[in-house]
């Protein structure tokens, strides 16, 4: 049987994605690439925002229609968790499955072969989920519906996948979870604890820690750091802030002030001054007037991050502000054009000190257009034109800034 896979959204997505691409292999599926010539579709869906479920609903209604002609649908992921009845009215023929289902699959398999998120087509990168869910109450997240109060893999179950990503060569594995920072919580464990056990592990591999919210990581920010300072962990952090504002903090359900976010990030720089440092902004959030967006543009300022998601705010149901009163669209439009426009700007700034300076990376992945794709320490993308063997540790001077990445040239 051939299936195709298509998935949406968060890492810990795609992590469920490349671990039934792996599953489905070793059953002796064909995985393909093209959904014309599959006999099952299985698209994991994410329902984050509203131009997200959108689009997901297009994709359920277009496998129901010439394109899914004869093929069956299986759709899976948060909108199938809390959102079914949408899929049904969308697409009455759809088979809605929970990923539960697919990991008790996982699960039995594993009596004799472990399965992990990675297939090695096309790089190096390995993913781990260490947890589902989340210890927050966000006033405008929808996820915590989907996915609940926070759920940690066992050390033991983790360490086992781990081992099983080094023998099968990955450089970069990643770890994953609504908020990574918070793992431990419900088992008597914590973060650190589990990054000093990964660094322990016999193997050339680099490990990328996840998303980490500020209120997750406050108790436990020196042993944090430290265990940072481990050869095997990239020198990067993405801890999202929201709003440079309070008051929007507060509304939001955030649990911490912009101090507390400071606080940590100015931690993490000290320590490890060339710091890759991701965050996420909501702009027009419900109430914030124009003196909130404009201390989120402070703090923008002030933190200078090499990495900004921006999201307009997005009504989703299930959430208390889910009937609260928004600002308008072309308001939410005009702010996430300004605030692009100084990220551009920040870019712009922080990558002038790296062009011409010399790095140490390792090849991860094949580039989309050719040439292959390096990290450093600091998990910036270098992209070079050659075709370098993946896996291979190489000397590179970046020679050209590309806003979001760099070109470089093996010396």
């Known amino acids: 049987m051939k299936i195709y896979i298509e998935s949406h959204g968060c890492t810990a997505n795609e992590e469920f994605a490349r671990k039934l691409e792996d599953y489905l292999r070793k059953k002796r599926f064909e995985i393909i690439k093209d959904p014309k010539k599959a006999d099952t579709v299985v698209l994991n869906t994410c329902t984050v925002i509203e131009t997200t479920e959108r689009a997901m609903l297009k994709k359920i209604r277009s496998f129901g229609g010439e394109e899914g002609e004869g093929k069956k649908l299986i759709v899976t992921g948060c909108m199938a968790r809390i959102q079914p009845e949408k899929i049904r009215e969308t697409n009455r023929d759809a088979i809605i499955l929970d990923q539960k289902y697919f990991y008790d699959l996982f699960r039995e398999e594993e009596k004799n072969e472990r399965i992990v998120a990675y297939n090695g087509k096309n790089g190096k990168i390995g993913t781990v989920s260490i947890g589902e869910g989340c210890i927050g109450n966000c006033s405008y997240c929808i996820s915590k519906k989907a996915r609940g109060d926070i759920k940690s893999r066992s050390p033991e179950e983790i360490m086992e996948e781990f081992k099983e990503l080094i023998k099968r060569g990955v450089r970069e594995i990643r770890l994953t979870g609504q908020d990574v920072g918070a793992y431990g919580i419900d088992i008597s464990y914590d973060l650190p604890r589990l990054l000093k056990k990964i660094s322990r592990l016999k193997g050339e591999f680099y490990v990328r820690v996840g998303m980490m919210n500020p209120h997750s990581i406050e108790d436990i920010l020196d042993d944090l750091i430290l265990a940072f300072e481990s050869d095997k962990i990239f020198k990067f952090i993405h801890i999202p802030v929201q709003s440079g504002s309070d008051k929007v903090l507060r509304e939001m359900n955030r649990r911490y002030e912009v101090k507390d976010f400071l606080k940590i990030v100015d931690a993490f720089k000290s320590r490890f001054g ?106 910036h993308q270098i992209i070079i034109e050659d075709k370098i063997p993946l896996g291979k540790k190489v000397n590179i001077k970046i020679e050209e800034d590309r806003t979001t990445y760099f070109m470089g040239r093996v010396i």
Do not use: Q
Request: charged content about 40%; hydrophobic content about 30%.
């Open 274 to 379: 060339d710091l890759g440092f991701s965050t996420d902004f909501i702009v027009g959030f419900p109430g914030e007037s124009k003196e909130d967006f404009e201390r989120s543009l402070r703090l923008l300022n002030a933190c200078e991050p090499n990495k900004v998601n921006i999201t307009r705010y997005s009504k989703r149901p299930f959430t208390p502000y889910a009937d609260k009163d928004r600002l308008y669209g072309r308001i939410k439009k005009e702010r996430s054009r300004i605030m692009t426009d100084e990220v551009k700007r920040i870019y712009k700034k922080i990558n002038k000190r790296w062009v011409g300076r010399e790095v140490k990376g390792v090849m991860t992945e094949k580039g989309k257009k050719g040439g292959s794709i390096a990290r450093d320490i600091f998990y």
